[in-house]
């Protein structure tokens, strides 16, 4: 009996021989430098796939939903219409399908080998040969700016289009004939890459996600046209110096903990072409060591992505579309590169909310783990995440807070605090403000960004000109605003050469803490902002403190809104409401949005505004007042003709003609409302005191509640290490303490 006959004498022994063979002859082939494909998925990931294609499991499942909805497109004639509407429009929708569409037909012939794919890329691309060099710039460009596309209103578009094509002309290349190929490549490949890059220089080289998406379609159609040169300019800039580029972008645009400088919400856009580019690298040009660049930072901005949400969604701060979470494709691919580089399980719990498999060699790690039930936890953490490139441009802290009978993650409360720095064109005039977060909803709230992504009716799906007049602007957030202007003038050149300076961070068990400062948002003002997210031991009570101090040279006067989501319960002080006609808060500077609904001047002592969510809770802001200063109710919905704007509400505390105040206030969620089920429990708030301690180093704060107990927070305002020693003296007794705060409860 021959060697080949004793390894084949059992079907099992047959089906791992040929397993063996196909991936043996996967791994000799992979080795040609022009094998195709040859960029996210390589030879050897196709052949896995292959295989995964005949074995029930997730993978098959997916792949099969692929191919039931490209063949039902395919009954449909290909269409390639002359681009003339903006965002949202057909035409726009129209090209985004063909790419989508080109991309997934290309890896089902990978997978089949049946040609009708190759051949719906390539009919598809020999149209787009047809039509691309007779397009100028897209007719429904933004005026004024520079970075107009053809087939799209702008570039940025277009570079999207070139980076999923791109993959789909890798998948079928093999199925090409010479002729083909020459016309593709010479009428949409080549002038699109040269019009991306050559054509675009200000783009291209730009530092910004614009200038990823741009440099990461050259630099993968650089490896499948055999242009080692597109790929270095897609590195290193256009002239290659090293001034822009796809490095110089992982090098800036990151803190040295993977938070991008524009927010979570375009961290989340821009991911895609980092990850995907970087994966291109990887598999033509491993000596790069691309996943170790920078301390790993690729793989750093994928974690981070994760953290910056609550609830599956992302923290809206800057421009942000409150409903984009991450169950969205660009991080769902990286959760998938992720995976496939680490072997990391939490990230499979992540997969698992995503719901979303891809056809890729990572994909089918995804899909295979989790069929065998690999998925751990993924634990959401509290974190500062510093800003700017080298980590020091202020940070975006979240505090995440659980009491000890909790354990998911919508059951646990969220503080979102942003002393973080501008953010580019897309970041707003909002330093030091904050959110909150319970019971899987946002409970104080920011805007977001004005607009509706992709409904052409409302503005061809661009931002809003409420955008700029109100959503940017000061008052539309959670923070002081001194004399009804916003924080630098609005002036976004300004706001990104200055930030806050990040004090301190403290992540214990039932504290967490933070403190920030900036004296560049007004001229002659300093602001300072202190968070606190405590869980009160023996009351399971969870509390966000706040105390915003504002010393000011000159007397002004000093707004400090409270956007939040839910409906009006009621207050401990008397309204003078406007129900019969409203009026405009201000003319300018997102104040000529607000409606004043109503205003009170409460008396000094503890005020409280409670309202209830839709999650079912109440929610208690009770602050200390001055007996002279106002609570001003308004609505977002003036001088709004085009109803462009959410009807939102807000509360917010003024004072005037001071240099000096301190805003302190503590939020309490309590109680419940169930309608369903008709009954309430604990509407109103337990908390019946409220007391404010500052010195020169240490500020406290002593919190009373209805049955007696008294509860002290204490902090030294700077950072201070666990050995220095604190003390204050409140009500005629002297505490000390040891570190950066103290929670202590007060016995009588």
Do not use: C
């Not at 509706?452 to 605003?481: I, W």
């Amino acid at each position: 009996m021959n060697y080949l006959t004793r390894i084949t004498s059992s079907p099992k022994q047959v089906l791992a021989f040929v397993v063996f063979l196909t991936l043996l002859i996967a791994a000799f082939s992979i080795q040609a430098k022009d094998a195709n494909p040859r960029l996210v998925s390589t030879q050897a990931d196709i052949a896995k796939m292959r295989l995964a294609i005949k074995t029930p499991g997730s993978f098959k499942t997916k792949f099969e939903q692929q191919k039931r909805s490209v063949d039902k497109q395919m009954e449909q004639a290909i269409t390639v219409p002359v681009p003339a509407d903006g965002g949202g429009g057909y035409t726009h929708e129209r090209h985004k399908k063909n790419y989508k569409l080109m991309y997934e037909a290309g890896m089902l012939f990978q997978l089949t080998q049946d040609k009708k794919y190759a051949e719906l890329v390539r009919d598809m691309l020999l149209q787009y040969a047809d039509l691309y060099p007779t397009l100028d710039v897209h007719p429904k460009r933004k005026a004024g700016a520079n970075n107009p596309g053809k087939l799209f209103w702008q570039s940025l578009n277009e570079a999207v289009w070139l980076v999923y094509s791109i993959q789909a002309y890798d998948f079928v290349l093999p199925a090409l004939k010479e002729k083909e190929i020459t016309k593709i490549e010479q009428g949409i490949f080549r002038p699109i890459v040269k019009f991306l890059s050559v054509d675009s220089p200000a783009t291209f080289n730009k530092v910004h996600n614009h200038g990823t998406w741009l440099t990461s379609g050259v630099g993968m159609a650089g490896y499948v046209l055999n242009e080692p040169e597109w790929v270095e300019q897609a590195l290193y800039d256009l002239d290659k110096s090293g001034k822009g580029g796809f490095l110089k972008q992982l090098d800036e645009l990151f803190s040295p903990q993977g938070y991008y400088n524009e927010g979570p919400y375009y961290q989340r856009y821009a991911l895609l072409p980092f990850i995907t580019f970087a994966k291109a690298i990887e598999s033509n040009e491993p000596e790069r060591k691309i996943f170790e660049y920078r301390d790993g930072i690729v793989l750093k901005a994928i974690t981070t992505t994760i953290q910056l949400s609550y609830n599956g969604l992302f923290f809206p701060i800057n421009d942000a579309i409150k409903s984009k979470g991450i169950d969205t494709i660009e991080l769902v691919n990286g959760v998938t590169i992720a995976y496939g580089l680490t072997g990391d399980t939490g990230l499979l719990e992540i997969a698992q909310i995503q719901d979303q498999i891809i056809l890729t060699g990572d994909g089918l790690k995804v899909a295979q783990a989790l069929d065998a039930g690999k998925a751990t936890p993924y634990e959401f953490e509290s974190v500062a995440f510093g800003d700017g490139a080298d980590g020091t441009q202020g940070a975006l802290v979240i505090m995440r807070q659980s009491s000890s009978n909790k354990a998911t993650e919508t059951d646990t409360q969220a503080v979102l605090f942003k002393p973080a720095a501008q953010g580019l064109g897309h970041g707003h005039f909002d330093k030091l403000t904050w959110q909150f977060y319970d019971k899987g909803a946002e409970i104080v709230s920011d805007y977001g960004a004005a607009r509706f992504l992709n409904v052409e009716a409302k503005y061809g799906g661009r931002y809003l000109p409420e955008n700029d007049t109100y959503a940017k602007q000061t008052v539309s957030h959670n923070t002081v605003v001194v004399d009804e202007s916003s924080h630098f003038n609005a002036n976004v050149k300004k706001g990104n050469a200055n930030h806050p300076k990040h004090l301190f961070f403290v992540n214990d068990k039932n504290v967490k803490l933070s403190s920030a400062t900036i004296y560049s948002a007004y001229e002659g003002v300093e602001l300072t902002r202190t968070l606190a997210l405590i869980n009160l031991p023996e009351q399971d009570q969870t509390l966000v403190i706040d105390v915003f101090d504002v010393n000011s040279k000159k007397a002004h006067q000093f707004d400090l809104p409270v956007h939040y989501q839910g409906q009006f319960i009621d207050s401990n002080f008397a309204l003078n409401a406007n129900d019969k006609t409203m009026s405009a808060l201000g003319d300018k500077n997102g104040y000529q949005h607000l409606w004043l609904k109503a205003q009170a001047t409460p008396k000094a002592g503890l005020a409280r505004v409670t309202w209830l969510h839709d999650n079912g809770r109440f929610y208690t802001q009770s602050s200390i007042e001055t007996g002279n200063s106002q609570i001003l109710f308004t609505q977002i919905g003036a001088n709004d003709p085009n109803f462009n704007l959410r009807n939102e509400n807000a509360f917010i505390h003024r004072v005037k003609d001071t240099k000096k105040h301190s805003f302190v206030s503590i939020l309490e969620p309590h109680g419940e409302y169930n309608p369903s089920k008709e009954f309430t429990i604990s509407a109103t708030s337990k908390v019946s005191g409220l007391a404010h301690v500052d010195d020169d180093n240490v500020t406290a704060v002593l919190i009373s509640f209805l049955d007696g107990k008294q509860w002290v927070l204490a902090y030294n305002k700077q950072s201070v290490t666990k050995a220095k020693r604190s003390e204050f003296s409140l009500k005629g007794k002297k505490y000390t303490f040891s570190g950066q705060y103290l929670l202590q409860k007060i016995t009588k």
